[in-house]
């Protein structure tokens, strides 16, 4: 089962919804070239000391097991309300999704190849960043081999 997000030392907390921790939902490693996949889906709500994100120009950073990714500040694309990032960083392939939801909230969807996963096992600790907000969350996922 999930466990509450933990508050970070930074000024502002990401706290996921208890009803979407568990949603880190595929981790694999592909035997024919070693390459590691994953995909995220979850929701967060930004904490009460929290002036907003904006990863248009904010850093994104997203920790899953040992692996981590920063997507740097202009690298996102807004389209409409949303935000969307697809390119590769330091060798991993991602495409990345930030969509508001509500006063503070959002859904969080990325898909990433070529992660280095290797020894990463339930309960993942799953780590995402936007500028000064930061929320970690401990989750099951499922884990083909």
């Known amino acids: 089962m999930?466990?509450?997000?933990s508050p970070s030392s930074s000024s502002a907390a990401i706290q996921a919804r208890k009803r979407t921790?568990?949603?880190?939902t595929y981790l694999s490693?592909?035997?024919?070239?070693?390459?590691?996949?994953l995909q995220l889906f979850s929701d967060f709500t930004l904490g009460q000391g929290s002036n907003g994100i904006n990863p248009l120009t904010e850093p994104v950073t997203l920790q899953v097991g040992s692996s981590t990714v920063t997507i740097p500040p202009g690298?996102?694309?807004?389209?409409?309300?949303?935000?969307y990032f697809t390119g590769t960083v330091l060798g991993v392939q991602l495409e990345v999704?930030?969509?508001p939801t509500g006063a503070k909230q959002y859904a969080f969807a990325a898909a990433a190849k070529g992660a280095n996963l290797t020894g990463t096992a339930n309960p993942v600790t799953v780590k995402l960043t936007i500028g000064n907000n930061t929320g970690t969350v401990s989750v099951?996922?499922?884990?083909?081999?």
Request: aromatic share 8%; glycine share 6%.
């Open 75 to 83: 690298s996102f694309k807004a389209v409409g309300f949303s935000f």
């Open 97 to 99: 999704g930030i969509t």
């Open 2 to 5: 999930s466990t509450p997000p």
């Open 140 to 145: 099951n996922a499922l884990i083909v081999p």
């Open 29 to 37: 490693r592909v035997p024919s070239n070693l390459l590691d996949i």
């Open 21 to 24: 921790l568990r949603k880190l």
